[in-house]
């Protein structure tokens, strides 16, 4: 069976599943922005792979994947500053113990 | 038997992809942790490279396997870690993440697989510069905010790593 657009949405969609575990199991505050990261990265497969496999006529798909990689990108920036700042602030980045807001 | 190759290699691929992503939630240790999702940031970039975009591949390259990953391992080292035990919670909570998780890739994975789709495609012939024509005319407005996007995340990360009083 020759590859297509199935094979590529199974494979971001598993990439998703992971990060998502990741994300909802990890208690460190660095480990949750990596899960999100891979997250990111099968949105910005599934994407491309719109754009490689369906019926298109420009690169629309790819513009957005960039756009999406700047947005990423970004967020990594600024969530370890803020990973950092929390490690000052309260000696710890253990998200189960972060709960300053906590009524 | 050109098919048969041009398959093998999306599978392998795939598989890195995978193993790798699953080092990174599994591995207790953090700096492991860093390094294998520079792997599988690899193994997206090779992904890109294979569905004939090659511009994405190489800034997938340069700014996630490159860029982002550093700043991973930077942060694990300025920062002192306890035990990597389990959640508050205890085990319920590992196992009903993985509960979660499992059931959201059977659910897409049951959508895509009962999607109706025809076989089509579009290769670009010169991958760079339609993205730069499209980026520089029709998208000039998001490629803008992007910018301002990019700027403002700058200065947010350097005061927030900075502190109150020092910046």
Redesign the interface.
């Given at each position: 069976m020759t590859v297509g657009l199935t094979h590529c949405l199974l494979l971001a969609a598993v990439l998703f599943a992971i990060g998502l575990y990741g994300l909802l199991s990890k208690k460190s505050i660095i480990a949750v922005l990596m899960s999100i990261e891979l997250m990111l990265n099968a949105v910005n497969i599934n994407f491309i792979a719109f754009n490689r496999f369906t019926n298109v006529s420009d690169l629309t798909g790819q513009l957005m994947a960039i756009f999406s990689i700047a947005v990423g990108v970004a967020e990594v920036a600024v969530g370890l500053a803020l990973a950092y700042r929390m490690f000052h602030e309260h000696g710890t980045v253990n998200v189960d113990e972060l709960n300053n807001m906590k009524g | 038997m050109t098919?048969i190759f041009?398959?093998l290699v999306?599978y392998l691929i795939?598989l890195v992809?995978?193993a790798s992503?699953?080092g990174?939630?599994m591995e207790k240790n953090?700096v492991h942790?860093?390094l294998l999702?520079t792997a599988?940031?690899i193994g997206?970039g090779m992904?890109?490279i294979y569905?004939?975009?090659e511009?994405?591949g190489a800034?997938?390259f340069m700014?996630?396997s490159g860029?982002?990953a550093i700043?991973?391992v930077?942060?694990?080292m300025?920062?002192?870690?306890?035990d990597?035990?389990?959640?508050?919670g205890g085990n319920g909570?590992?196992l009903?993440?993985?509960a979660?998780?499992?059931a959201?890739?059977l659910v897409?994975?049951m959508i895509?697989?009962a999607?109706p789709?025809?076989?089509?495609?579009?290769?670009?012939q010169d991958?760079v510069s339609?993205?730069a024509e499209?980026?520089l005319t029709e998208?000039v407005l998001?490629f803008e905010i992007?910018a301002i996007?990019?700027l403002s995340?700058?200065i947010?990360?350097?005061i927030?790593?900075k502190?109150d009083g020092e910046a």
């Open positions: - | 098919d041009y398959s999306f795939a992809i995978i992503a699953l990174v939630v953090l942790s860093a999702m599988c940031f997206v992904l890109y569905l004939d975009a511009f994405l800034a997938q700014l996630y860029g982002v700043l991973a930077m942060a694990v300025l920062i002192k870690h306890g990597e035990g389990p959640r508050d909570r590992a009903r993440a993985i979660v998780a499992s959201f890739a897409i994975g895509i697989t999607l789709y025809a076989p089509a495609g579009y290769i670009s991958n339609e993205l499209m980026m998208y998001p992007a996007l990019l995340a700058l947010g990360a350097i927030l790593a502190g």
